[in-house]
């Protein structure tokens, strides 16, 4: 039997991915899906964290740009994100998989505090952990929350969920001719402006000799084959492992 590459991971969901076609709000039947396809992840053993974005809901930098104080509109969006992440613990506990919150801003009502070991002992007991509310802190995106969380739990992997099957040169969308990257270096992303992530999640990831994998979320049973090690999506890396191992 095939064993997981990654034996523990942080899975970055955007808020974008939990709308699906609606385009904003929560779609319940997207949540439902992402829901099985964790469980069958799990189950196999994998200890997971899981960061989700509130862009569904509501953007900082937009409510910024529209003249709101930067710091507000940021502190609007953890609670977007604590929104997001309640809805995907529902649909996990509905699926049987063992959930817990945990929030970088004080809500005891409905999330256990933030606390590393805490977390940590929740993953080996086979519990997936939901990190809400971002860092706590203004000016700092999801993508940053993933970053730091997976440096502080120590885990092996980031896979970064999307809407598309991996990094290309420019919008695949609106570019038929748009070239696909099976593998990137995180100094290459920067340098490209390829917007995966902001520059301070990218540092982090460096840093801490993190891995990346970028991938479709829409098809199902990916992020099984991410964990299990298959070539889906693009691959991104540090200088010294910016290769695939696989």
Not at 137 to 143: G, V
Not at 160 to 179: E, L, T
Request: aromatic share 6%; hydrophobic share 45%; glycine share 10%.
């Amino acid at each position: 039997m095939v064993s997981p590459k990654y034996s523990r991971i942080v899975l970055k969901l955007s808020g974008e991915a939990l709308a699906g076609s609606l385009g904003f709000g929560i779609d319940p039947d997207v949540v439902n899906a992402i829901a099985r396809q964790i469980k069958d992840v799990v189950a196999h053993g994998v200890e997971m964290a899981i960061v989700v974005g509130g862009g569904n809901i509501w953007r900082g930098v937009a409510g910024s740009a529209k003249g709101m104080d930067r710091a507000t509109a940021d502190y609007m969006g953890m609670l977007a994100t604590i929104m997001n992440s309640l809805a995907l613990h529902d649909a996990l506990q509905k699926h049987g998989v063992n959930t817990r919150t945990q929030t970088a801003i004080e809500m005891k009502e409905v999330a256990e505090p933030y606390i590393r070991r805490r977390a940590i002992r929740h993953m080996e007991k086979g519990r997936v952990v939901i990190f809400a509310g971002g860092t706590g802190n203004p000016y700092f995106s999801t993508d940053t929350t993933a970053a730091l969380r997976a440096a502080e739990i120590e885990a092996q992997v980031i896979l970064m969920a999307k809407r598309v099957d991996g990094v290309y040169d420019s919008d695949p969308m609106i570019n038929p001719d748009a070239k696909k990257f099976e593998v990137l270096t995180y100094i290459e992303m920067l340098n490209r402006g390829l917007g995966i992530m902001d520059s301070t999640a990218a540092s982090l990831c460096m840093d801490n000799k993190i891995p990346l994998i970028v991938f479709d979320l829409n098809v199902d049973g990916n992020i099984k084959r991410a964990v299990f090690g298959e070539k889906i999506g693009t691959y991104i890396g540090g200088e010294s492992f910016g290769q695939r191992d696989n």
